[in-house]
């Protein structure tokens, strides 16, 4: 079936460091890949999506591209902030299925001053 | 700006006791799902609807739990009896389409905790 692996966290970074959060999927079909985030206490937010290979989401000052040949969707930010800190969860929409969400285990990311 | 609105955001039962969580989705969006996140993991399907129709409920533990939709509007999702490892946070989300791409957007969720 379809799942998404990210790597394991806690990510501690202090503020300014460069971010990657790494994520890989095995899908049927031609999958949409997604990165949520996830506040403390709080429900899930869209971060970025790409929809089709060589697409790059980003929003925020996050970026990440969807690599078909590597079966990836990397997490990168260049310069992270306090503020970042929050569970970082890469997603898939299967077109091979009925496109329901299917969501990684999670990535913790924690920023210090 | 229009959000899935979820009740209660936190509740404590007793094991064996019944509970109930509410969820509206954004207004004009068919599909609504139920997802379940245990502390320190992803969220996992429970139920997705389209329309007042389940399409998916094949994670759904369906002897203590429910799910309905009846008008294809609001939803309600029932556990009976609650068990201690029932404890977790369950995610309600909507969207307007079907499809590969289409974004899920999540209410706030309610935090259960069976005691």
């Known amino acids: 079936g379809d799942s998404v692996t990210q790597m394991e966290g806690p990510v501690t970074l202090s503020e300014e460091a460069f971010l990657t959060i790494n994520c890989t999927y095995t899908?049927?079909?031609?999958?949409?890949l997604f990165w949520y985030v996830q506040y403390p206490g709080e429900g899930l937010q869209l971060l970025l999506k790409?929809?089709?290979?060589?697409d790059k989401g980003s929003n925020k000052g996050f970026e990440a591209t969807y690599r078909k040949e590597t079966t990836s969707f990397h997490l990168e930010k260049g310069s992270v902030q306090v503020s970042d800190s929050a569970v970082y969860f890469c997603?898939?929409?299967?077109?091979?299925?009925?496109?329901?969400?299917?969501f990684g285990r999670g990535t913790s990311l924690i920023v210090h001053p | 700006e229009a959000e899935v609105a979820q009740s209660p955001r936190y509740k404590i039962t007793e094991k064996s006791q019944a509970v109930a969580f509410w969820c509206d989705p954004i207004?004009?969006?068919?599909?609504l799902y139920w997802y379940r996140q245990i502390l320190g993991q992803g969220p996992e399907l429970l139920v997705q609807?389209?329309?007042?129709?389940?399409?998916?409920d094949s994670q759904l533990p369906k002897d203590r739990f429910s799910a309905e939709r009846l008008k294809g509007v609001d939803s309600t999702l029932k556990i009976q009896p609650a068990e201690l490892g029932d404890s977790a946070m369950y995610l309600c989300?909507?969207?307007?389409?079907?499809?590969?791409?289409?974004?899920?957007?999540f209410g706030q969720g309610t935090r259960l905790t069976v005691v």
């Open positions: 609807f389209q329309d007042e129709s389940v399409v998916d």
């Open positions: 790409a929809t089709k290979a060589d």
């Open positions: 207004s004009g969006h068919a599909t």
């Open positions: 989300a909507s969207s307007s389409l079907t499809g590969s791409n289409t974004e899920a957007f």
């Open positions: 899908a049927t079909g031609y999958p949409s």
């Open positions: 997603a898939l929409s299967a077109s091979g299925g009925s496109y329901i969400p299917t």
